[in-house]
């Protein structure tokens, strides 16, 4: 598994490309957007713009994950990003996660970016298994994963108190052979090879 090969991936609506270190002041903003903050969690430690310059500029270095940066076509604008990581080895597994930013939602970019970097782990990486959780709550991110193909595998209730109230968190993952039937289009079937993605 090569995960130093940080690839352009092109789509309809959004671009990713790998990270680098000028990245960080657009993804401080993103980060500290409110809506991002409540479904993305508390972070393990304080961040600071100074230690996002330091993750995004060695993003390009590590080999055991993949974090790219979802970008507008038009004007090459940072929206968010996408990521696979916590690799597994011996059941080829990686865990995936997302962040969208005021400016990319509402246009279909979510799903799209996921649908490219989902892809590419199953159709260049050879991965087996990609899952992920989520906050029952973040209906816009659970809607855009079910779009694409993840399946609800169950539910860790009431994992953390928010707003007055407990939240469960939902279990899902995709398959490569239920990928390879639907290419991230399981409601019409697509099959097409790379349906809607150029790597370069």
Partial sequence: MDFSVKPVLTGDRTVLRPFTEADAEQMWEIINDPEVERFTGPPGHELTPELLRTWYGSRGERSD????AVTDPVDGGLLGEVVLNEWKPESRTCTFRTLIGPRGRGRGIGTEATRLIVGYGFEELGLHRIQLDAYADNHRALRVYEKVGFVTEG??????WRDGAWVDEVLMAVLDHQWAAHRG??????????AGITVR
Avoid at 65 to 68: A, E, G, I, S, Y
Avoid at 185 to 194: A, L, Q
């Fill in 185 to 194: 289009h399981p409601r019409t079937g697509s099959s097409r090879p790379g």
């Fill in 65 to 68: 994950r993949l974090d790219l």
């Fill in 155 to 160: 539910v860790r209730r009431e994992v953390e």
